[in-house]
């Protein structure tokens, strides 16, 4: 006994001394209730030993896939399967892992079949309710992908009136996925049968495409509204629009798609709408407008040749310098340093300066970028990298530097004096 419990050692006399009667008895009745006192928990179970084996499972079933043994990952996954069975503190992490496993496993079992995957599906609906909508999303590309659009459609009907409580709150936004995604699968068979329907055919079949172009439309312009990244469903729109010759309703679609600022940026939205206007012979300001937007988010895309030849043609001399900016750019982009195609835009717009007397802005532009474009593009390393990538892009290079007044010894050897002879127009009609 140390120190600390000799000095608290007193006895029940002396400690009972300064109380009550009344004390005293409050006091035995605490210690005899104390006594009767059910416990506040039940006293848990000891999982270790399972969580050991289910981690040693898990572990051995991580193994075998990453070495392709599939028919021995499916036997360790049966075994894992058990911890759905024994314990439900575990439930819902082993029931993630299983559907994500199994479903890796049968996409490369040699004996693999539809049926499998159905079944596999099917457990993880009933037993794994905190992941239900991504799992029948899922289980509904899987059968897209196979071809059973109708048993697609029919998951996706029944998976959009689940509810299960707090977890159909907490799974709202992938409810409202599945909503769409009715709507696609009706576009789909829309499609299916507007490819099968010929346009001398009346009837039955043109009111059942009508039905299902009405279904699609409502659910996928629901989800449009929206902000986000709504790519297909957006395109399936403009395809069924533009069927029924509803073409002011598909541009409306596409612009709002494209230029609502509450939308994430998307320069495939910029792209549709671009498309859909040089389809439907639009105005050159529009498609102006567009290609605007579209270089604003990826000033490196493909379009921004056509863009800088819209701006060429309209010959004002804002117009005219904005092109130059934005050919000078592009070959700075490693994807068209290289490229024939962007110098020879360059090449075209340099010398359509040097023409119209521009030459001040021309020359105002290199000096800006002269000490990295001679790094960049003119050593006299670039001369033997470019002749073996085509000698028409050493040609044009040639000529840009000249417009451009750079000092390099880029193309200056004998072997290439008959590239500086030669007549880009000719290579390159207008």
Known sequence: MDHFELETDVPDSDRNRGTSEDEKRSQRLKRVDSLHRKPSRAPRKDFSGLRKSTRMCLHAIREAVLHHRWKEATRYLEVYSQALEETSVEQPIACEIIWRLGIEILRHHPDSDLERFNDLYERMKSSGVKNYAKICLEYAFHLMLNGHIQKAKQQLTVAASWRYGKESARQALGLKLIHAYCGFLDYLIWSTKRASTSNAEEGEQHNEMHSYFRQAL?????????????????????????????????????????????????????????????????????????????????????????????????????????????????????????????????????????????????????????????????????????????????????????????????????????????????????
Request: proline fraction near 3%; glycine fraction near 2%; charged fraction near 30%.
């Open 218 to 430: 409502v659910t996928m312009q629901e989800i449009i509204k929206q902000p986000g990244v709504w790519d297909q469903f957006v395109c399936s729109c403009v395809d069924m629009l533009e069927y029924y010759n509803n073409k002011e309703e598909a541009l409306q679609l596409l612009e709002h798609y494209a230029f609502n600022k509450d939308f994430p940026a998307n320069p495939n939205a910029h792209v549709y709408l671009y498309n859909y206007q040089k389809k439907h012979n639009a105005s050159r300001d529009e498609l102006l407008a567009t290609l605007k937007g579209l270089h604003s988010l990826v000033p490196s895309h493909e379009l921004m040749l056509k863009y800088c030849k819209l701006l060429m043609l309209s010959r004002e001399p804002k117009n005219l310098q904005r092109a130059l900016c934005i050919a000078l750019d592009l070959v700075e982009y490693s994807c068209w340093k290289k490229n024939v195609k962007a110098w020879l835009c360059l090449f075209r717009i340099a010398r359509c300066f040097s023409k119209r007397c521009h030459k001040d802005l021309l020359k105002k532009e290199c000096e800006e970028r002269k000490d990295l474009w001679l790094k960049m593009h003119f050593k006299n390393a670039h001369t033997r990298m470019d002749l073996k990538i085509s000698p028409r892009l050493v040609s044009l290079k040639i000529k840009v530097k000249k417009i451009m007044g750079f000092v390099s010894r880029y193309g200056e050897n004998r072997t290439l004096r008959a590239l500086n002879a030669m007549d880009v127009l000719e290579l390159y009609p207008a």
